[in-house]
């Protein structure tokens, strides 16, 4: 029997007609046609007045950390349980990630730790809405408003989650959402910039377009164009924008999907408790995108030795995340506020079931009775 992936990309059927329109316009580099109707319809989503297109989601992050004006020494605070791109992001403009713990029932920031951890030198939170469950965003809004820093989610696993009816990327100053083929809707890899202030927007314009204001010029608001800023190369192509365009018709189908497994498996495992396995705690605020579906074992041990079962029946399990504190880079250009003891302890403990778009009931089934069956 075939293995059950950990992932697979989905794809709708429309990727290739809206690839031959976008070779047929003429038009393959960035700021076309397909890149507009995508800015138009993920700011429509979010309820941002503006959102662009990014290589990335971590090009998203860099563009992010040049709008909050992070500087050499600056710190950022963010959880230590992310993604390496939340810190790559920072570091790269001499920023200091600060790591805070997160919550043991959401694995997000902890809000409560984080008020401590802010110093002079604090520009920004970076928030990450762990699994496409939104963290504590009215507590984190108000501790960023009292601080006078920015707040930014890394909203990479949520698209098309809510928090209290609002959407995620457009729940703090900036949003950054990832299209990468692992993410729920891709584009292969990609990623948009979500702006909820209008005061932003034009300089974020020239910061992809390299630095300068060829936007304008396009525009023909200037006569020519020129370098007036820091930038880089963060524009799509036109190819990777239908494709995304074909997805983003398709999102509320994908998004429901996914959540429908994300429900098959939590109702076929309610009862794993007694088995020492706990399930995902979901707020009755937040609703999520059915992005990860995890597990959390007793101890290490427990955990991987589920991971060696689940993998010897063929079900694709993995674990998530090295926590970035205790990594190599982390430790060199980050730091610690507090002990991290609850992301120390989930980093040992969690694992991750496949899923994916278009799962049948019997791929479903297949790992459930592998769940079930795990002697932890
Ligand atoms: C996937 C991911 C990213 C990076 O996304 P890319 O589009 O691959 O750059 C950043 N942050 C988090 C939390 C992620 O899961």
Redesign the pocket.
Known sequence: MKNVPFNNPPVTGEELRLLEAAIADGHLCGAGRFSGECEDWIAGAVGAPRAFLAQ???AA?EMAVLLAGIEPGDEVIMPSF??V??ANAVVLSGGVPVFVDIRPDTMNLDEGQVEAAITPRTKAIFV?HYGGVCAEMDALSEIARRHGVMLVE?A??AFGATYRGRPAGGLADLGCF???A??NIISG???ALTIMSDDLVERAEIIREKGTNRSRFLRGQVDKYTWVDKGSSYLPSELTAAFLRAQLERAGDINADRVATWNAYNAALDGVEKNGLRRPVVPDYCEHNGHLYYLLAPDRDRRDAALAELQGKGVIALFHYVPLHSSPAGQRFGRMHGNLAVTDDVAGRLLRLPLWYGMDDAVRARVIDAVLALDV
Do not use: I, N, P, Y
């Open positions: 990335s989601c971590t992050l992310t993604f791109s939340t990450v890394d990479a696993h990832s299209f990468h692992t993410k890899e990609g990623g």
